[in-house]
């Protein structure tokens, strides 16, 4: 066994030492007063509670698929399968755990230090999430190649990381919408108090809402991505340069995760912690791009895949620039949209919508070169594997540093539960001015970690696609064919679908939510007064009752359509319905994400005085608009990237079946 | 020649002489007393002005086009597309001016001879514009294919008609809908005066969008699919069948029609004008069937074909019906929208946009099994030819009875003109009471227009799609070639750019008319006493000013895409585009009509009195829901039908260039 194939699961526990190191150093912290204490352990224990309750529902449906994996592909396909179920389980956990400590510790460390120290205990916590997820990952990837030297039983793994991504980020997506929808509608709009105001009866699901979606759902989405992309390039690897394509692409992941660990060292907190991330960020690319161009050269003796890798990261940093314009107040699309609030929400809505869709163009026609160059540079033209290869490693690239773009991102849900415990609490203001300072920044942040989201997805899910073609032996999947047309509209309908599902969720949970806070405004005597405790558990049970109950159908749904159109359509239609359900995955994902985020910040435009600011006419339409936009960005949106990986590594997974018997419905003309 | 093949443009010519008939019975009814003669040709003026000037605007795009045809392709297409351009602008032209003579013509029979005779002249005015537009188009693909016998060179014949409704629909639906949400936001919400009453300056310019957008921009689109259907069979037919294809599909054509002359002396306005309207439809369906299975037989000797015309008008009765259900307030999701309106706007849009999403489900499912079965029943399985020219059938099949289905659907705005008209002369109560009876009859078997238009539109497409193949002389389109993915990308992405940039037009048009509607409230003296009279022709300018600069860049990339893209990457590159396009170009039209629908007619639920009727904070909520579902179900999501037919004709048409010149791109790794 080669040096590097070893040392990618060695990287991995490193990576896994490092994250309990961090936690212990958080822990040592001190939490704050009692009421701080109070506060959060209600928020720590309705997490733990959704999470207890989340995977005790999702075990069902785990070790059903692993009794039809062992029965109907093989007993190896089916222990990766579980063993990615519980690693991404483990992600979710390790980084919920550290973040419901982070964030009180965060709030205290504010009051206390100042900036500085809450920025450190806030990105700690965001570095516990980064590494538990990439050291899980390449742990998990590398020990099962070991063990089996096989991608296509590893592609159990990636299925199992799938499954329980999307049923997370669903789940915790619905979750944390319904709360936040709730308590900024009545509490906020009707009542007039302000956000994370504790008379507020759904502030307790909000906050918790902020862990167990954007932290915990985000922590199992991305090790997903992370898993899917090493993946593919260990199938293809193989296929185009045997061993040492397998070398490279581990080699790569683990180079990225020592790379990260250095990062982290760079973010000091100055007086400019938008500065001190961008420089830890930018510490763990630069020596990931120096040692993957001498890796190339020495393992795959070309630097082909090291220009297909630079492709990979230039797709993911145009398209956070354009994500950047489309979103950020600083540019006219969003305040466009500001202005258009004055004549009203309809004006702001349809403003949304078609910034949201304009903002397709750009990253798609990135992505689109993107694949050309990942493919062609890489000699896709004389050979298509290494070509194959070259989309496959232009996605590894791009997540190579995730243990770094991760703790970046998980860092903002962090600060913004340490603002929402500061208001509860009472805190002196200027710690409520910290954590504000420090949210802003994670939401840019969050826009460079949304593109390279996105932009990985694609080329992950195509890459796994390419795979697929493979595994079923095809030649080509034939557009002129009508059974791959049919396939294509309803895979190209899937998303669409999905996003309907989980929108409606988020709508239905949110309505039973708005009609509880209603009631115990009007029934809680004294509760405006503060005078009494608003009944907060009974806002965190409906929240998480509906997550657990409207999660089921659109996540089995991905599972299941694809086997029924392989087994009844066949392979090559199923390719059809895949690639389908790529391209307006891939479409949705970006128009939902940057609909919602303009939505956002027009609004927070309008609130810092903009066009009559808080208060007036073009608030209230703006606020319209980003209740609208928090399901498209928090729920159906990020899904969606999950939702196209996962149907492909579930045919992936099947596609023995599909060779064998599918296309039982042409069987009826034949 | 054939008999059948002659005898084509003669129906054709048959239909016009009906259409002059029935125009000169229309005319010879009294439009009423002078105040409604004045009304109306305000009307008239404003809707002749606006067509003069898109005309005029298009003459440029048109000459330009024709002269690159004849460079770049032949004179002989040229010709074609310069004749096709030319009849659409007249099917345009014709359905319109009797729009606007029969609208005053219905108002005044309303009150003087009651519902009777009203139906009689509204449905006469649709009459003559479905007459019109089947009439022109069998002449013009009859006539050029005696002239030619070329399918190829018909094809710019489907080029011309396509571009001028691009155009036409765009720019009608933004002129209408930017009059109608100005119209709408302060007349009806900001002053609370009622819908059409004459001291709103917009009621003009909302009452000529009516014209301009559902009349001539309709009649351009049916016109288009239906001359886009007929075109894919004849090529496809001469393939599959030699001259015996070509003959079958004229002749279902011209049976079709005379079936619908037959079907308009079945509309008789007995009490219940819906059943008088179900019956014209059901006769003239009937003929055609029974005559289709005659000929099918006769000319091809086989009853395949005749399976696949059966396939097809299945799959438009089926979305229509299933249309209906997520558009009528009869159902649970329009029902749903309405509750979710108590809570406010941001819930009535959510609830609404996941309605639509949610809607594209059946009728996508019911198009894939429209095409296997159309084209595997039809011998695809076998000969691949039969079986894309039974797909052909099945669109050319569903749209025989167009001249029908365009009378049913033309006859909804005069009757909602015919309204306005009542409502600006101050006429009787019953005669707005007949008027509106007439209008909601229309929006029902308006649902069963559109079910037709979106499954035809998806048919046709892929019919195109398969002789541009051919063109290419592409023996397949290769969805694992990484350069097919890229044009997908791209291809999935131009509705969705589309979209946004004619909801923006609506967005900037009707922001003006707002503004200038206000001024006018403000700064005429006595206009809200109804003592001055409004300015209503800057309404009207701003409205055709918007419509005609804001129709240009989505016009002009619709043609240019396909072509850059061809040159560029190659024709299989470019066959990646158009099926993109061509399945997100589906979804999104799917989705926008019906989102628009269903809000619209939730709206008009609580208007009825449910969830506190009129004027409640549910009734606000779906106003805001109404508005935004305008430009959605008005003007993109009807664009998106001709768009992505329109790209795959200019394919089609440009297809020698891409085989010579194509793929520049490639050959620079080469």
Redesign the interface.
């Known amino acids: 066994m080669d040096f590097a194939v070893i040392a990618a699961p060695i990287v991995g526990i490193v990576a896994l030492l490092f994250a309990l190191y961090k936690a212990n150093s958080i822990e040592k912290v001190s939490p704050g007063n009692e009421r701080m204490k109070e506060i959060a352990s209600y928020i720590e224990e309705g997490a733990m509670a959704f999470l207890k309750r989340e995977y005790n529902a999702l075990s069902i449906f785990v070790i059903a698929l692993f009794i039809i994996l062992a029965l109907a592909i093989n007993w190896k396909t089916a222990v990766s399968f579980l063993l990615g179920a519980i690693f991404s389980v483990l992600a979710g956990y390790f980084g919920m755990k550290v973040a419901t400590k982070a964030n009180v510790r965060t709030a205290n460390s504010a009051m206390e230090e100042g900036m500085n120290k809450a920025l450190n205990v806030a990105f700690s916590g965001g570095a516990v999430m980064g590494m538990s997820v990439v050291g899980l990952g390449i742990l998990g990837v590398g020990v099962l190649y070991i063990l089996f030297s096989d991608p296509s039983i590893i592609t159990g793994f990636g299925l199992g990381a799938s499954s329980i991504a999307l049923f997370a980020r669903v789940g915790g997506g619905i979750y944390t919408k319904a709360a936040d ?1 709730g308590a900024d ?1 009545v509490g906020k ?1 009707e009542a007039g108090i302000p956000e994370d105001d504790p008379r507020n009866p759904a502030v307790i699901a909000d906050n918790v809402g902020d862990n167990v979606g954007d932290v915990a759902g985000m922590g199992a989405d991305l090790f997903e991505s992370y898993v899917g992309a090493i993946i593919s390039a260990i199938t293809l690897g193989l296929v185009a340069y045997g061993d040492g394509g397998v070398k490279f692409a581990l080699a790569l992941s683990a180079v990225g995760i020592i790379a990260s660990i250095i990062g982290v060292y760079f973010v000091r907190g100055d007086k400019d912690p938008q500065k001190a991330l961008n420089n830890g960020t930018l510490v763990s690319s630069l020596i990931t791009v120096v040692i993957a161009f001498i890796l190339s050269k020495n393992i795959l003796d070309s630097y082909q895949p090291f220009v297909a890798i630079l492709a990979g990261l230039a797709v993911g940093l145009i398209i956070a620039r354009i994500t950047e314009y489309y979103t950020s107040a600083d540019y006219n699309p969003v305040k466009r949209i500001a202005s ?1 609030s004055e ?5 702001n ?3 949304g ?6 903002s ?2 750009g990253p ?2 990135v ?3 993107g ?2 160059i990942a ?2 540079v890489s000699g ?2 004389n050979d298509v594997a290494t ?1 194959l290869y070259g ?1 496959a490693l232009a996605a590894v690239g791009m997540l190579s540093t995730a243990g770094m773009t991760i703790a970046v991102d998980a860092y903002g849900p962090i600060a913004d539960n340490a603002g929402g415990i500061a208001e509860m609490c009472d805190l002196p203001e200027e710690v409520r001015e910290i954590t504000d300072k420090l949210d802003s920044v994670g939401n840019t942040t969050a826009a460079v970690g949304k593109g390279f989201a996105i932009g990985s997805a ?1 080329l992950t899910a ?1 890459a796994l ?2 795979s697929y ?1 493979q595994a079923v032996e ?1 030649s ?15 895979g ?2 899937l998303p ?2 999905f ?3 989980t ?2 969720a ?2 239905k949970a ?2 039973s939510m ?1 009609e509880e806070v209603r009631r115990q405004f009007k029934e809680i005597p004294g509760i405006m007064e503060g005078k009494a405790t608003p009944e907060y558990s009974t806002c965190v049970d409906i929240s998480t009752k509906a997550a657990l109950k409207e999660m089921v159908i659109p996540g089995v749904m991905a599972v299941v359509v694809p086997v029924l159109v392989g087994l009844l359509l066949g392979a090559e239609a199923l ?2 319905l895949l ?2 359900a790529l ?2 995955g ?2 949705m994902a970006i ?1 939902m994400a940057n609909a919602g985020g303009a939505w956002d910040n027009a609004k927070k435009y309008i609130e810092e005085g903009n066009h009559g600011g808080k208060g007036s006419e073009a608030h209230k339409a703006a ?3 980003d ?2 936009g928090d ?1 498209f960005k928090d729920t159906s949106g990020p899904s969606l990237n999950i939702l196209i990986k996962l149907m492909t590594i579930v045919s992936l997974v099947f596609a023995q079946l599909f060779l064998n018997y599918g296309g039982i ?2 069987n009826l ?2």
């Open positions: 929808v509608l709009v258009e004549t009203g929400s309809s004006t809505i349809i403003g919508l078609s910034v949201g869709m304009m397709t163009g798609i026609i992505i689109a070169i694949i050309l493919f062609y896709g033209l070509g989309i694609a195509l696609f390419a073609t095809l080509g999947i034939d557009l002129t064919e009508p059974a791959v047309i049919a396939g294509m509209f309803i190209g309908m669409f679908l996003s309907a599902m929108m409606e988020v709508g949110a309505f708005i390719g059809g690639a389908g391209v307006t891939v479409l128009f606020v319209v608009g209740t609208v399901p419905l042409f003309f034949k």
